[in-house]
């Protein structure tokens, strides 16, 4: 069955970066892509961007253009989702999610909760 | 504030039909962009409910069902059960922010 378990959760402090990993199981890796969405506490969710495992192309959500790096290793069925210069604001719970191609998501990470806290 | 816009809570009695709309734009929903829904239970990640407007994936009960009209989109559920307590949302592509976009979200209190 198609598994994506992520990295434990982060304390970071303003200014840091986070990287969360996501590893996925139970399908070709590269078949699909991977999307990050992120919900904040008490919050509804938000799209952080995608990444396709086959050819390294990515998409990331205009607000977090230039802070957000996601990648992906087909070696090891991992992909990364990397937040510079953290601010409180980024604090949330960040899911990775398998991607059929076609604007959704179908499957879901347990979700990784990144603090940012002085 | 989202570009797809739900009503923050909906609410019914075990057994009885409830909808959840989803309003958008031309940007979204009125360009034909598929409309998803998903549902999250308290604590937990969500979960695909209906995808491309009206597809149910495996194991979702029929009592779910999509429908899409104009710069709009519904989810039904009928024979409401204390389970389907859950947020619901729903998400498709905007042309504007060349990016997803999810609603609000709409809490479900089962009475």
């Keep these: 069955q198609v598994q994506l378990v992520q990295s434990g959760a982060e304390v970071k402090k303003p200014g840091a970066s986070v990287r969360v990993s996501c590893k996925a199981s139970g399908y070709p890796f590269t078949s699909h892509g991977i999307t990050w969405v992120r919900q904040a506490p008490g919050q509804g969710l938000e799209w952080v961007g995608w990444v396709y495992p086959y050819n390294g192309n990515r998409k990331y959500a205009q607000k977090l253009q230039g802070r957000v790096t996601m990648t992906t290793d087909t070696s090891t069925n991992t992909a990364y989702m990397e937040l510079d210069s953290l601010i409180s604001d980024d604090t949330a719970v960040y899911y990775c999610a398998r991607d059929p191609g076609d604007n959704r998501v179908d499957h879901w990470g347990q979700g990784t909760l990144v603090t940012v806290s002085s | 504030?989202?570009?797809?816009?739900?009503?923050?809570?909906?609410?019914?009695?075990?057994?009885?039909?409830?909808?959840?709309?989803?309003?958008?734009?031309?940007?979204?929903?009125?360009?034909?962009?598929?409309?998803?829904?998903?549902?999250?239970?308290?604590?937990?990640?969500?979960?695909?409910?209906?995808?491309?407007?009206?597809?149910?994936?495996?194991?979702?009960?029929?009592?779910?069902?999509?429908?899409?009209?104009?710069?709009?989109?519904?989810?039904?559920?009928t024979g409401?059960?204390?389970?389907?307590?859950?947020?619901?949302?729903?998400?498709?592509?905007?042309?504007?922010?060349?990016?997803?976009?999810?609603?609000?979200?709409?809490?479900?209190?089962?009475?």
């Design chain 2, 80 to 111: 409401l059960q204390a389970e389907d307590e859950a947020d619901y949302y729903c998400q498709s592509y905007d042309t504007g922010l060349d990016g997803w976009v999810f609603g609000g979200g709409t809490k479900l209190t089962v009475l």
């Design chain 2, 1 to 77: 504030q989202s570009m797809l816009t739900q009503p923050p809570s909906v609410s019914g009695a075990p057994g009885q039909r409830v909808t959840f709309s989803c309003t958008g734009s031309s940007s979204n929903i009125g360009a034909n962009y598929d409309v998803h829904w998903y549902q999250q239970p308290p604590g937990t990640a969500p979960k695909l409910l209906i995808y491309n407007n009206i597809n149910r994936p495996s194991g979702v009960p029929d009592r779910f069902s999509g429908s899409k009209s104009g710069t709009s989109a519904s989810l039904a559920i």
